[in-house]
């Protein structure tokens, strides 16, 4: 029983191009995320979002946007793909309320853009 | 700002013996603490967090964390260390109040490396 799932679990495609990543969570939770990984491992928040609403949006191109269809749904939709998009991103979720909440983290979907 | 650093970008460490992975944080109220490991090709794992009480946290795995309000640490520990301890870790830290918008900060990561 995977808590936090995301597909697909690779993704490449050419410069350009529009792709989505899916996630989904059956743990429950109110609050979903989407952070980046880069090469050098450095992780940072790209967007939360609280029972279908948009919490925070952090200096993201608005190439990048995410859509919450219900609480336990959080995809990430990419237009015009770029060189630089080239990533490991990761869905996270936890519960509302409080914000000593630890976050719930998926496989990751790794992202290649030639 | 709240932010968050791991001094050391690896950590090495012989099997059975002690291990130390040193974080330091900067809020400007009281921290939430977090401690994640990642294995190769694989999303987070929580291990533990410091919230408020007692300074010594113990976690997942053996691993334990000592918060230390004067020196604004949080180093993540295990009395003896696994090969299978090997994997990235990386210290979080988020200001005990404000809204939703408060987000979890992440150190850089420190990849601890259990020789045989």
């Known amino acids: 029983d995977t808590a936090v799932s995301q597909t697909p679990k690779y993704l490449v495609t050419q410069m350009g191009n529009d792709k989505s990543i899916k996630c989904e969570q059956n743990?429950?939770?109110?609050?979903m995320y989407w952070y980046k990984q880069d090469s050098k491992k450095f992780l940072k928040i790209m967007f939360s979002y609280n029972n279908k609403e948009l919490i925070i949006n952090e200096t993201v191109p608005n190439r990048f946007s995410p859509k919450s269809p219900d609480k336990a749904h959080l995809n990430l939709h990419i237009n015009s793909l770029e060189l630089g998009d080239s990533a490991v991103y990761f869905c996270?979720?936890?519960?509302?309320?409080?914000?000593?909440?630890?976050?719930?983290f998926g496989p990751g979907t790794r992202l290649t853009v030639l | 700002a709240q932010s968050v650093a791991q001094p050391e970008d690896q950590v090495n460490v012989a099997e059975g013996n002690p291990l130390t992975v040193k974080c330091t944080y900067s809020v400007s109220g009281n921290p939430y603490l977090f401690w994640y490991v990642q294995y190769p090709n694989r999303g987070l794992q929580f291990l533990l967090k410091y919230i408020t009480g007692d300074n010594l946290v113990k976690g997942s795995y053996g691993f334990e964390a000592e918060f230390n309000k004067s020196q604004t640490s949080f180093h993540l520990k295990k009395p003896s260390a696994l090969v299978s301890d090997s994997a990235l870790y990386f210290c979080a830290v988020r200001e005990a109040y404000g809204g939703a918008t408060n987000k979890l900060i992440f150190g850089t990561g420190t990849l601890l490396a259990v020789q045989p």
């Open positions: 996270a979720s936890s519960p509302v309320g409080t914000l000593n909440n630890e976050q719930f």
């Open positions: 743990l429950g939770h109110d609050t």
